[in-house]
């Protein structure tokens, strides 16, 4: 059994990754074995994230504030807010966009799992671990 506390045992350490535009607070890696990874990430208010993650799949579950997520093969926008599910099925390239003045509180999952090492390229997608 895995139990962790955000505040107690992640906040602060190595799961605590912090950049200018978010901050993901990893709850569940790759070394767990539970074949997912398990976030809890803000994203930074006024922020315009570029994101595709072509090697993976993800689900995301806002748990506060509000913005929008845009699809770039469709052209259509979606507002987000508290209680809004999206699941990135396709490998979606998107933009993740936190209103101003309000940072978006978001809980991840991502399959296959990430390390924790991985950032962004400049595409906006995790590579695969090479290990």
Not at 25 to 32: F, G, I, Q, V
Not at 63 to 84: R, V
Request: glycine fraction near 8%; hydrophobic fraction near 35%.
């Amino acid at each position: 059994m895995i139990v962790r506390n955000l505040y107690d045992d992640i906040i602060g350490t190595d799961s605590d990754v912090d950049s200018k535009q978010w901050t993901s607070r990893r709850l569940l890696l790759a070394k767990d074995g539970m074949g997912f990874s398990l976030h809890d990430t803000l994203i930074k208010a006024g922020e315009d994230l570029h994101l595709w993650y072509k090697n993976h799949l993800e689900a995301v579950y806002c748990i506060e504030g509000e913005g929008q997520i845009y699809d770039k093969a469709t052209g259509i926008t979606h507002e987000i807010k508290e209680g809004t599910v999206y699941a990135l099925d396709q490998h979606d390239q998107h933009i993740l966009s936190a209103n101003k003045g309000v940072q978006m509180r978001m809980v991840c999952v991502f399959n296959p799992p990430v390390t924790g090492r991985e950032t962004h390229d400049e595409d906006g997608s995790y590579n695969l671990p090479t290990e």
